[in-house]
């Protein structure tokens, strides 16, 4: 109901918006601090030689933990992209029925390929935090207007959502390669 939604989007707005936004934030503060010509690939390491060994262990497994929930989260949402989203809506369309043990083998085929693709990515990009810096440049920029969108429009549609979400990325896409 519309009292449980308003409440879901304060608390979404004050409990979950600061920690999103404090990696931002800590990069900003990088930015500003950090001397001229400072390698970010190193970041994690230099920092952990200037601190002491259980807040440098702290740091790390901090760093690990993230990258390790990004790219389940990545290599999960692209499988079920691949497998659920599209293949399953070519076969529905067809009018073939799909059994659940096929359900299955399609969803471990999505997770192979997307591994694949993102393993060839990876040795493209050098550094593993310019992957991940890619992959949420254009998360973010296809997301978050439209997720904005819906949260104060009464009037959005699907429609709006999915050309905002395309517009979005497309802008986050080309402005990455300008750079």
Not at 65 to 77: C, E, H, V
Not at 83 to 88: C, Q, V
Not at 108 to 122: M, Q, S, Y
Request: net charge positive; glycine share 10%.
């Amino acid at each position: 109901d519309a009292k449980t939604a308003k409440t879901s989007m304060l608390l979404g707005i004050f409990i979950a918006v600061p920690f999103l936004a404090l990696p931002g934030m800590i990069g900003m503060a990088a930015g500003l601090y950090l001397p001229e010509g400072f390698n970010p690939s190193t970041l994690f390491y230099d920092v952990t030689q200037m601190v002491p060994a259980w807040a440098g262990v702290l740091l790390l497994l901090g760093a690990m933990s993230t990258i390790m929930s990004a790219t389940s989260a990545y290599l999960f949402g692209a499988a079920m992209n691949a497998s659920h989203d599209i293949i399953l809506n070519i076969c529905k369309s067809k009018g073939i029925e799909v059994k659940d043990s096929t359900k299955i083998w399609l969803s471990r085929l999505g997770v192979l390929i997307a591994g694949i693709i993102g393993v060839i990515f990876a040795i493209k990009v050098p550094g593993i935090i310019s992957v991940w810096l890619t992959g949420l440049y254009i998360c973010t920029g296809g997301l978050f207007m439209p997720f904005m969108a819906c949260w104060f429009s009464k009037r959005m549609n699907t429609q709006g959502a999915l050309a905002g979400v395309i517009v979005g990325t497309i802008t986050s896409f080309c402005w990455m390669l300008a750079e």
